[in-house]
């Protein structure tokens, strides 16, 4: 005997077993779905989001959707920025340390090592916080004012003392840095200052 596939089928097709309570493999039966019904939990629409920017269609403006996000990398920070930040952080804090450190052993028994000392700590501070307005885009002239004056200082121990052990290298590496076009770029494109 030969079967059609035209032929209408001799067996109605069974229905699914029920599923066994708690079994994690159950897939729900044919136009069913597992769950409490989520009518209830839908809002009412109140108007646009107040939070968003629209385009003039009416679509959200929104970077996670990424035919309205910006251009890629119009507002990546540059990696000499993040490093200029860094070395400010590094040469901040481990200064800062250091000289309280020495402050505390009590080397410093002339005035005049104490107020060198003073204004240590004090770029320090600064150095840190002009790291934390180059990472945010705010301003690289902190930075920049502030390398220039180090290496200005360090110019004037090494005539003074003739000890060749300033830390020189940070603060013309960190001026190099936020020198370079693309960092000023940056910093402009953010609506920060820079030189």
Do not use: K
């Not at 000289?99 to 060198?116: Q, V």
């Not at 690289?140 to 180090?150: E, G, P, T």
């Not at 300033?166 to 076009?181: A, T």
């Amino acid at each position: 005997m030969s079967h059609s596939p035209w032929a209408p089928d001799p067996a109605p097709h069974t229905p699914v077993p029920p599923v066994a309570p708690g079994d994690p493999f159950a897939v729900a039966p044919q136009g069913q779905w597992y769950g409490p019904d989520a009518r209830h939990l839908q809002r009412p629409f109140t108007g646009p989001d107040p939070y968003l920017d629209y385009d003039r269609y009416g679509r959200p403006l929104n970077p996670i959707d990424p035919a309205h996000a910006a251009p890629s990398g119009t507002w990546q920070r540059p990696g000499i920025v993040t490093a200029a930040a860094v070395l400010a952080f590094i040469a901040g804090g481990l200064g800062s340390l250091g000289l309280i450190a020495l402050m505390a052993l009590g080397e410093f028994d002339t005035p005049f090592l104490t107020y060198l000392a003073v204004v240590g700590l004090l770029f320090g501070g600064i150095f840190v916080w002009g790291g934390v307005a180059a990472l945010t885009g705010r301003s690289s002239r902190i930075l920049v004012v502030l390398a220039i004056a180090d290496v200005v200082l360090e110019i004037v121990l090494l005539v003074l003392t003739r000890d060749p052990s300033g830390g020189l290298l940070f603060p013309i590496l960190i001026w190099v840095f936020l020198m370079q076009r693309r960092s000023r770029d940056w910093f402009r494109l953010r609506g920060g200052r820079t030189f």
